[in-house]
């Protein structure tokens, strides 16, 4: 008991720290960057919190985050709106044409299989419209007009700042209503591998805050202890595929700054000390049995099902009807997508849909290895983030379902040096 109330006071003060910190920058920099930071940190942190507040007050939590899909999809909706009377050329760029191709191409298939062809979907098609539009193609066209090259560097420390009240919240709220005695932070409503990933982006932002020479030390430590409290949460959550996409996320940034490295071992060092206030057995445990426990099985049996399907089908997939067929083909009803984005997209639309999907993912990494190269490393965490993203959707969700990923594949398409000196005339 003594650990959880060091701890429920850990995460208090820090998140006392973090509004103090918050409301003194709000104060000096009410700025377009600040406003854009706000968003992207709802959009990556809103989830987790809205979900805890659901179940914290009783309410239907499918509700809750169909409203809260909702405000962020018209938020991103008048973005692209206000884009295309301020600067339509920005939608014409390869990464918006890309992000657009794919996801008309997803829909119609949709509406064809299931209007046409009278498929039977794993899900009511409303869902994948409201996931798929709400939570993945507007918020991410929206993020990549928002989170220009001109105001590079502004957005981490707010976004850092607001993500920690966030989870933060989320995490006191969790002390004090269920308790810390599970072996997981979940929640009926809330999948612990989305957790899991929340609090691992938010310790992300952190660390790349470090690798801002220009901060004070104040500002580091600050930076420094929410990474910890993120590191902590995200290990604690127990996904074994964000622990690994994390883990490389960080060797992305300690290799690539140019800062000094100890820094980096700071909040690592602090995480473990927070984690022996838990038992960390139930992670342990998994992560030995990890490729040969059920759960991972029926995803390998998924995938090698996929690989089948897309063998039979190389030039259109064989649509939404393969969902329900992969499931009876594994054996379990919850397995109705194999876990990863490429499989899933080879086997649902074939070619034509993963080409314009790997488009996405290939400017992506064109950007960020040409923002490298080209400037400073206040950048590093949109780069990080879209290595903790593909981490994500490389072991779990579908593509309606995963917004990290297309929000993390606009931020680091941003970044191009090109598009930079476009925004700059």
């Known amino acids: 008991m003594q650990s959880v109330a060091s701890w429920q006071a850990f995460v208090l003060l820090c998140m006392i720290d973090c509004f103090a910190s918050l409301t003194g920058f709000l104060r000096k920099k009410c700025s377009f960057a600040t406003y854009a930071s706000f968003y992207i940190a709802l959009l990556l942190f809103g989830q987790v919190f809205f979900s805890t507040i659901a179940y914290k007050l009783g309410l239907e939590n499918r509700l809750v985050m169909l409203l809260f899909r909702a405000a962020i999809?018209?938020?991103?909706?008048?973005?692209?709106?206000?884009?295309?009377?301020?600067?339509?050329?920005?939608?014409?760029?390869?990464?918006?044409?890309?992000?657009?191709?794919?996801?008309?191409?997803?829909?119609?298939?949709?509406?064809?299989?299931?209007?046409?062809?009278?498929?039977?979907?794993?899900?009511?098609?409303?869902?994948?419209?409201a996931w798929g539009i709400g939570g993945c193609f507007l918020p991410s066209l929206a993020c990549y007009l928002l989170v220009g090259n001109s105001d590079r560097g502004q957005y981490p420390a707010s976004i850092v700042c607001l993500g920690f009240l966030l989870l933060g919240s989320s995490t006191a709220l969790f002390a004090f209503s269920p308790g810390l005695d599970f072996h997981r932070f979940q929640l009926p409503s809330l999948n612990p591998i989305n957790a899991s990933h929340s609090f691992f982006v938010l310790s992300l932002f952190s660390i790349s805050c470090l690798a801002n020479r220009q901060s004070s030390l104040?500002?580091?430590?600050?930076?420094?202890?929410?990474?910890?409290?993120?590191?902590?949460?995200?290990?604690?959550?127990?996904?074994?595929?964000?622990?690994l996409a994390f883990v490389c996320a960080f060797l992305v940034i300690f290799f690539m700054s140019k800062f000094n490295k100890l820094w980096a071992l700071v909040p690592l060092l602090f995480s473990a000390y927070l984690l022996i206030q838990f038992d960390p057995s139930d992670l342990v445990g998994r992560l030995s049995t990890a490729g040969s426990d059920l759960n991972s099985v029926s995803r390998l049996s998924a995938i090698h099902e996929?690989?089948?399907?897309?063998?039979?089908?190389?030039?259109?997939?064989?649509?939404?009807?393969?969902?329900?067929?992969?499931?009876?083909?594994?054996?379990?009803?919850?397995?109705?997508?194999?876990?990863?984005?490429?499989?899933?997209?080879?086997?649902?639309?074939?070619?034509?849909?993963?080409?314009?999907?790997?488009?996405?993912?290939?400017?992506?990494?064109?950007?960020?290895?040409?923002?490298?190269?080209?400037?400073?490393?206040?950048?590093?965490?949109?780069?990080?983030?879209?290595?903790?993203?593909?981490?994500?959707?490389?072991?779990?969700?579908?593509?309606?379902?995963?917004?990290?990923?297309?929000?993390?594949?606009?931020?680091?398409?941003?970044?191009?040096?090109?598009?930079?000196?476009?925004?700059?005339?």
Not at 220 to 237: E, K, N, P, W
Request: charged share 10%; with cysteine; hydrophobic share 55%.
């Open 218 to 243: 104040a500002k580091s430590l600050c930076s420094a202890g929410v990474a910890a409290f993120g590191v902590s949460m995200g290990i604690y959550a127990g996904s074994r595929g964000a622990l």
């Open 306 to 425: 996929s690989v089948s399907v897309f063998l039979a089908h190389p030039f259109l997939g064989a649509g939404f009807g393969y969902h329900l067929d992969l499931s009876a083909a594994v054996g379990y009803p919850q397995m109705w997508y194999p876990h990863n984005f490429i499989f899933e997209s080879l086997a649902l639309g074939g070619l034509f849909l993963t080409i314009p999907l790997l488009a996405c993912f290939v400017l992506a990494i064109r950007s960020c290895i040409g923002f490298l190269g080209h400037s400073s490393m206040s950048e590093l965490w949109r780069i990080a983030i879209l290595v903790q993203a593909t981490g994500y959707v490389a072991f779990s969700g579908h593509l309606a379902n995963v917004p990290l990923f297309w929000i993390a594949l606009a931020l680091a398409s941003s970044l191009d040096p090109q598009r930079l000196a476009k925004t700059n005339t």
């Open 73 to 129: 999809a018209f938020s991103g909706l008048f973005v692209i709106l206000r884009a295309f009377f301020a600067n339509k050329r920005q939608l014409f760029e390869a990464f918006p044409l890309s992000l657009t191709v794919f996801w008309s191409l997803y829909f119609v298939g949709l509406l064809r299989d299931h209007f046409v062809f009278r498929v039977a979907t794993a899900l009511p098609v409303w869902e994948f419209f």
